[in-house]
């Protein structure tokens, strides 16, 4: 472990109980995301990183593949637990809140057939589009001014509402030629 | 296609695993199609319902699959369901994580971010729109999805204000 800013937890007193601890916490205030309680509870809460390296940490969970907020999990629990600390973390992540899931599949289920429900079910599931064509109109207008961006993003977007090509041949053949676009094309 | 649901569906979810970039909504057109369209499990406002519950209750998104899951496979699914989507790329990432790469500022890493950002924010549209289409509520449908989509994006309105209000226009439409 490297030196660490004196208000940084010493990594000892990081146990698997308190990875979970924390990670559940995490896993089970993220409303509409995680990731602003992940910061919240890993710097300021537990101090378990710094500013910088939790940015760090986000930067590579990012590029990997899998949930941003999971991977930011196995890497911290690795970083400070070994096999052992992953999982307490990845278990803290998750178990809390699919118990709660678990609950609300079977209100769905109870309740679905009702009608005045199923009413307001239809009205909640096009507020759910609308959230997330929203979310992706936020991440289009942050993507760099590039011809090349801008090909890419509207190609995926074709391959997967208009020619419904599976998602792993999309991601195999956009992937690299955007990583290759960005490298050719860098500011 | 004889398979039983539940493992198919978590085998297809185990391969999205490893392929999956920004997180679970850019996978949920490809859900989507496995689920609604390929396999017939449930209707598309079924899905797009347990896509909004899935947003609105405390805890990862990626555990919309539980609740897809549980639909069709009962309690078994809506537990293999996400292990399938999270165990893959967690093996991954926990192979990475014995490399110990530092340095945020490495140009490596900003490329590779910058270079799948387009894909991600293709495949989240599409996300929103394979959804709108799912609520199949016609016209008022998509009037809604849209004016949703344009209060997120360009006011500070919390998401959950956005779903109730939702509810609501359902309810009295």
């Known amino acids: 472990m490297e030196n660490a800013a004196p208000a940084l937890r010493p990594p000892r007193a990081i146990t698997c109980r308190s990875l979970a601890w924390g990670f559940a916490r995490i896993g089970l205030s993220g409303i509409g995301g995680v990731l602003p309680y992940a910061h919240h509870t890993i710097v300021e809460d537990e101090g378990w990183l710094t500013d910088r390296e939790f940015t760090e940490v986000l930067s590579i969970a990012q590029i990997l593949p899998g949930p941003n907020i999971a991977n930011v999990a196995i890497l911290l629990g690795t970083r400070f637990r070994g096999t052992a600390g992953a999982a307490a973390a990845l278990g803290g992540l998750f178990v809390p809140p699919l118990l709660v899931f678990l609950v609300l599949a079977v209100l769905y289920r109870e309740f679905a057939e009702v009608a005045w429900l199923r009413r307001v079910f239809v009205g909640i599931a096009a507020a759910a589009a609308g959230l997330i064509l929203g979310m992706g109109l936020k991440l289009a207008v942050a993507l760099p001014r590039q011809a090349w961006a801008v090909a890419i993003a509207i190609v995926a977007l074709g391959a997967a509402v208009v020619a419904r090509i599976p998602l792993p041949w999309v991601v195999v053949g956009l992937a690299p030629l955007g990583i290759f676009c960005a490298w050719k094309w860098r500011a | ?173």
């Not at chain 2, 997180?23 to 496995?34: E, Q, S, V």
């Not at chain 2, 997120?152 to 309105?157: E, N, V």
């Open chain 2, 1 to 173: 296609m004889s398979a039983d649901p539940t493992w198919s569906f978590a085998a297809h979810l185990a391969l999205l695993s490893i392929v999956s970039v920004g997180g679970a909504h850019t996978m949920l057109p490809d859900i989507y199609r496995f689920v609604v369209i390929e396999h017939g499990w449930l209707s598309g406002q079924e899905f797009a319902t347990l896509v909004a519950l899935s947003q609105a209750a405390p805890g990862p998104n990626v555990l919309v699959t539980a609740l897809i899951g549980y639909q069709f496979g009962g309690f078994l699914a809506a537990v293999v369901a996400p292990v399938a989507f999270i165990l893959p790329s967690s093996l991954a990432v926990y192979g990475f994580a014995h490399l110990h790469l530092r340095g945020s500022d490495a140009p490596w890493k900003k490329i590779t971010m910058q270079g799948l950002a387009p894909l991600t924010v293709g495949l989240v549209i599409a996300s929103g729109v394979v959804l709108a289409q799912g609520v199949s509520a016609g016209v008022p449908g998509y009037v809604l999805a849209a004016a949703v989509a344009l209060a997120s994006a360009f006011t500070r309105l919390h998401p959950l204000l956005l779903i109730a209000a939702g509810a609501a226009a359902g309810f009295l439409i």
